[in-house]
């Protein structure tokens, strides 16, 4: 049979460069090249013109005034610190409910496991806007929860100190619990998956060696689920840092996080300069601790 | 040694309770009559009448649709194919960058992928005039792109667990390499498509932060429409809503499990049943 | 053999265990003497990994007692038994050395200076000779090497009695014959009663002072190696251990010191030595072990001779394996291969009639 030389080439090479270069081409033109312009944009020149940028002629090539500002100026330093304490909370408590709970969810029966798991990922599938919004009914001064709270708090002080409502809306305490909230399941799911995958017998291993349950879990399962605890840590930190929806909508006003920032200096402000390097400072902060990370994973594959 | 962990048991319930009562209490406070939406009124079903009637809230639904099913699909086929490309071919130039390419959109802050990709659109229209004007074009672009990586995810995650002799064998019995993946590889890794569609259109239907950055006039997905309104505050249709939303999905993802964990157990049953009668 | 005192070291009382309405374990007693390496025998979910890990306390009896030493352990938890466990997959812990592996049960001991802990787990190290190894990690050394940490980490705290889950399964057939002789040696130095599970008939002839043979959650019978080997109690402890010839037989008559058996599987009346009880006309089974079997050419003196061509034969080397056709039965018999040759150095070979015979004493009665 007679084969064309083009049909020959596609079964040896053209299938594989097309496998590789179709989502390769998307990715380089629609992500790579948004990303790259956006760097550039933070060493560019903020003016008042259409873009409102400039690199070269009357501007250097280089301007280095974003950065300087994002360094010394005190509104995107706060930002830093409020965005990194509010996802650090958030993360920590999250660690703290979502440990036990995955843990909870490799003791119970089978059947129980899949319906507990399914509990925990149907939230995934659910609106995140309506999530947020769901906490936004129970934390309003008027609504059955917070009225729990105030008469909780008002039995338990004195009577000078009673509050006829929980000031939580538009606080940083209701951002962190919303985002608890939200991103408790990122937590949950890779702890369960360290912590499914531990042999059993270890635990027995170390019990028939002298260690009661609670030394049982500190020796034997705590130090084996580090790399769940890592992953659900990121899995947090990193979308929970660079919040735009939650501070919006629950959050204070007069204490943006950054992604509010970056949203107003390009709106508002009309400084893209600006609000790309503070962009970039945020990619820093989050992807350099990524990368040392997962270079470190990478290195403990190697090793085994 | 198996003791009941009395602790673990009652964080579970207090954790499961956490994920549910903000949801069950949102559900409950649909049906209130009051306007006042934190204060309860009595029963009604006005606020679905009043949402089913609303124009817009339709519109941004019709809209959200239509970007979901057109993002999800292609992302869909370019996903699975970086995924195959990165599980299958080990080694070829530019790898590296490839499969950094494809995990990076994972974890870059929403806020950022945003902005630089509406920084992209606006100087491609003020150099080739492309695209004219913000709207379903660049929503959609927008999730193919972030939506692919996610694809990419699952099925590599489906194609390490893979025997890669079945390939082989197809190859060896006379297939050419594409004739492989259309009879072999996709057939096996078909759940792996089939999720990653459904979590691809999950994403973009639920997307808020970038959709808001590449929008343009008169292009308000779903959550853009839903996010605006509830700026002002907890609005009672905005409750209807969100229930219609979250049963409908709930019963969507409950249906999906409890079929999966019927044909797995016949699967279990239909194996055993094998093994015994080959004994 | 160790001596065994008056009162026995381990006492297992009418032992029980059910999950739900199974029956792991039915009603098991046994003893078992210091510085015993006692064996339990049994094909998969006879019961003896459930015994072991009750004896570990993973599991509580559902019936009956235990007693170590005097001491009934049922109320005392893992943590607290002076008995440790080598586990099935080993279970050494991934995220520590070899040396933290070992001394893992050490940091329990309360009053153990960290100096003495350290020459604790030096010496036990030196033991298995895995000093070298110390420092690395459980993922940088052998199976062969693994299986060595967890003997070590669970003789590291003295036991007065160590349980051995499969100690040889994940090994491979050479490094195993070698271990076996390893582990007796560890046990004679360190005194340590031993109580292995196993599957494997040769690693619990090899490796026991005595065996326990399990069937289905019950002892079936407890002995030395050759007790069980030469008079079985049974015939599924005839069949388990080792390769048996076995036939249906009538008891015809006492004829001391003999006992006359009708065998119609072997065409002809058979001789063995005489056991009481029997009486004439009783059904029992005859079992002779392929090894008692003689070939020969020509028909040899004496009783229990049958004619027969040989169907079938094999070369393992040291000895052969023959299938013989009788009138009534297939029957193995092993001959060993004494003299070093070709072919024709062969007893006899394929489709050779060859006359079949065993000594009245070599053969088994067995009732059941």
Redesign the interface.
Known sequence: MARGRFARWFDNRGWTLLLIGAPYVWLVILFLLPFLIVVAMSVATNTPTAPPFSFGGDHPWINLEPFTRVLTDGLYLRAFLTSILNAFVAMVLCLLIGYPMALGLTRVSKSWRTILLMLVILPFWTSFLLRVYAWMGLMGKNSWFNGLLTDFWNVLVPLDWAIRSVPMMHTNFAVVLVMVYTYLPFMILPLYASLERLDPTLDEAAMDLGSRPYQVFLDVTLPQSIPGIIAGGMLVFIPAAGELVIPSLVGNASQPMIGKIIQDEFGQARDWPMASAVAVALLVLMVVPTMIYSRYQAKAEGAK | ?K?S?V???S??C???A??????L??IV?SFNASR?????GGFSTKWYVSLLSNEAVINALVLSLQIAVVSATIATI??T??G??LAR?TK?R?RTL?SG??T??L???????G??????F??MA?WIGWPGQRGFTTIT??H??FC??FV?TVVSARMVQTDRAIEEAAMDLGS???QV?FDITLPVISPAIVSGWLLAF?IS??D??ISSFVTGPGSTTL?LL??SK??L??TPD??A??TL??VT??I???AA?IIL?RSEKRRLAEERLAFRNND | MAAQDDAPFLRIEGVSKSFGTFEAVKNVSLTVGKGEIFSLLGGSGCGKTTLLRMLAGFETPTKGRIFLDGRDMAAVPPWERPVHMMFQSYAIFPHMTVEANVGYGLKHEVGLSKADRAARVAAMLDLVQLSPFAKRKPHQISGGQRQRVALARALARQPKLLLLDEPLAALDKKLREHTQFELMSIQERTGVTFIVVTHDQEEAMTLSDRIAVMEKGEVRQVGTPTEVYESPASRFVAGFIGSVNSFDATVIGHEVPHLRLDVPALGSEILTRDMPGLVAGQHVSLAVRPEKLRITKDRPDGPNCMAGHVKDLACFGKDSLYRIALPGALVQAHAVNARRGDEGARIADWDDAVWVSFDPSSAIVLVD
């Open positions: 040694m003791r962990p602790f673990l048991v964080i579970l207090f954790g499961f956490f994920l549910y009562i903000p949801i209490s949102m406070y006042l939406a934190t204060v309860w370019l996903g194919m970086a195959i490309a071919f070829f530019g490839f390419l494809v990076a959109p974890i870059m802050p929403e806020v950022i992928t902005i630089s990709m509406l920084i992209f606006i100087l003020d672009l927008a193919i792109t692919m990586v990419t050419r390499p594409w993946m999950t239907l639920d808020v932060v959550p839903v996010w509830v700026k505050g907890v905005i409750n809503l969100a939303m979250i999905v709930g969507g993802v409950a499990g964990h």
